[in-house]
């Protein structure tokens, strides 16, 4: 891999420089968002756990309970998604700050030493940034599973809704 012609363009267009930290930076901004929305719903996940266990020690209707069973299961289910899609988008983070690190590092010893020595970090770079966008794939991918299992929640719900007031939503 030979990055000299990279080396002209930086030094003829300021603004590539900023690109290759740019990048980097808003992969760092989105798996952060998606980190702390999944942490929300992770948390919101572990509440209706909760209601729906305490739910079935106080023992309601007896045709609610195994509903609200079918539910905890289903929850419990969903919270796993949660938690995998959290460590993913966690994993993204790391990458993305790693990678935008090394694109530093890089274009700052470019002007001390030679483009050979520059190579394997610029392919680290990538690697890293390739795993960031990886971990958000596997994250989405996550949160669409919980999002299916959000439907199938609800359905019970709604069938609970029509003989009673005990749902839980």
């Not at 690109?19 to 901004?29: F, H, K, R, S, W």
Request: proline share 2%.
């Amino acid at each position: 891999m030979h990055i000299d012609a990279a080396i002209s363009s930086v030094s003829q267009n300021p603004f590539a420089m900023i690109t290759i930290i740019a990048a980097p930076a808003i992969l760092t901004n989105a798996s952060s968002i998606l980190g702390l929305s999944t942490g929300n719903r992770l948390m919101k996940c572990l509440e209706t756990i909760s209601l729906l266990e305490r739910k079935i020690i106080e023992k309601h209707n007896v045709q609610n309970i195994k509903v609200f069973e079918q539910q905890l299961v289903l929850s419990h289910k969903q919270s796993r998604h949660f938690l995998r899609a959290l460590r993913s988008s966690y994993v993204s983070l790391g990458a993305f700050a790693f990678s935008c690190f090394l694109a530093l590092l890089g274009s700052a010893l470019l002007l001390v030493v030679t483009v050979d020595i520059i190579e394997p970090l610029a392919a680290i770079s990538l690697l890293v940034g390739g795993l960031g966008v990886l971990g958000l794939v596997w994250s989405s991918f996550e949160l669409f599973l919980a999002s299916q299992i959000t439907v199938r929640i609800m359905k019970k719900n709604y069938s609970l809704t029509q003989f009673s007031s005990d749902a839980i939503i």
